[in-house]
């Protein structure tokens, strides 16, 4: 069975978006490949699917989208994305958002949006089913740390952007809870730092 | 000319320390060798000089200790230290306490504790004097964000520990200014990542 895996691009100092929801700079590693002529490229990329990238940030992306059979996300990660992923967004699984706002489901290209209302491990309950084996990636600061504390995330992967924001939202704010971690893998890629951890065990 | 490096080692939620300067977990790293059996060993560790490590962790403290030549600390970090440290304490160079209770300087072993009571830029500009050619390490959050926000940091120095701590302080508060870095090199090793930035400007 799959994991479920906490996904987002952090600055240094903590954070995964401006206040204003700004995400500028934040998500260029996306964009950035070792090399202008390098030999691998990715096939999907948010938002600029055309764009072919090459090298480590590409191989990176490639496992994250391959090894991922549904995502669930924060309405407000939903809606800063909405525009950007055009109409046919790069996620091409069941995508879950959580949300105080019924909406019908939706369908983009290959992507299926469907809005829970009921809570997070409800979305969570539905996106583990779409998966089936694959990986739940879960993207927003607010969704993961309502998973983290529930004691429900498997892996945290944190691409560490070198910059320090000085301010916005936190996507580690204080848990009040100790969880302990294992460093699964760090990947060294241009702008970028790809951390993977594994979830050890909740302390007291 | 050396440069003047914040070196801390953080948890992955930002805090170099618990509410109660609690700090276990946080530099077992120090002590983490990659084998039993390693053939090489640091030569100083803070608080426990017999102890002989082996490995990576061991190569980046001798990296760490070698390239130093003068220390500047918050009085929060020196009164933290002075006990575990001992009679014999591991820095071996100048050590510049910022601090607003005046007190004599202090030697111990070949380490030698200036209390400077007119500010940090004064604690820097002894400590550059101090160390000629060698890097200025900083270590407490405060200092270290006191630093940033006035400029003066050439390079950030984490050793990004494994772990969730819930809560603490915060090694990067709302700074209120975006700082851009560029990553110098990054090293994994037993429980911990080795992550080294430069200060590459200062941003709007």
């Given at each position: 069975v799959g994991s479920v895996v906490v996904d987002?691009?952090?600055s240094l100092d903590g954070f995964v978006a401006r206040l204003n929801d700004d995400v500028e700079q934040l998500h260029d590693w996306m964009f950035t490949g070792d090399t202008q002529m390098g030999a691998r490229?990715?096939?999907v990329l948010?938002?600029?699917e055309s764009f072919k990238l090459s090298g480590t940030n590409a191989e990176v992306l490639d496992d994250y989208f391959g090894t991922t059979g549904a995502f669930v996300m924060g309405r407000r990660w939903f809606d800063i994305g909405e525009r950007p992923w055009?109409?046919?967004?790069?996620?091409?699984?069941?995508?879950f958002v959580v949300t105080h706002r019924a909406r019908a489901r939706l369908t983009?290209?290959?992507?299926?949006f469907t809005f829970v209302t009921d809570g997070i491990e409800s979305a969570l309950r539905?996106?583990?089913?779409a998966a089936a084996h694959k990986n739940v990636l879960v993207g927003g600061a607010n969704v993961a740390q309502q998973l983290i504390k529930a004691g429900l995330l498997d892996e945290v992967q944190i691409h560490l952007v070198p910059i320090l924001f000085g301010g916005g939202r936190r996507l580690f704010e204080d848990?009040?809870?100790?969880?302990?971690l294992q460093t699964v893998r760090v990947i060294e890629a241009p702008g970028v730092t790809h951390l993977r951890f594994r979830v050890a065990r909740r302390g007291s």
């Open positions: 987002m691009s952090m490229s990715a096939s948010p938002g600029r055009g109409d046919n967004p790069p996620f091409h699984v069941p995508v983009k290209g290959e992507t299926t539905q996106a583990k089913s848990l009040g809870v100790q969880i302990d």
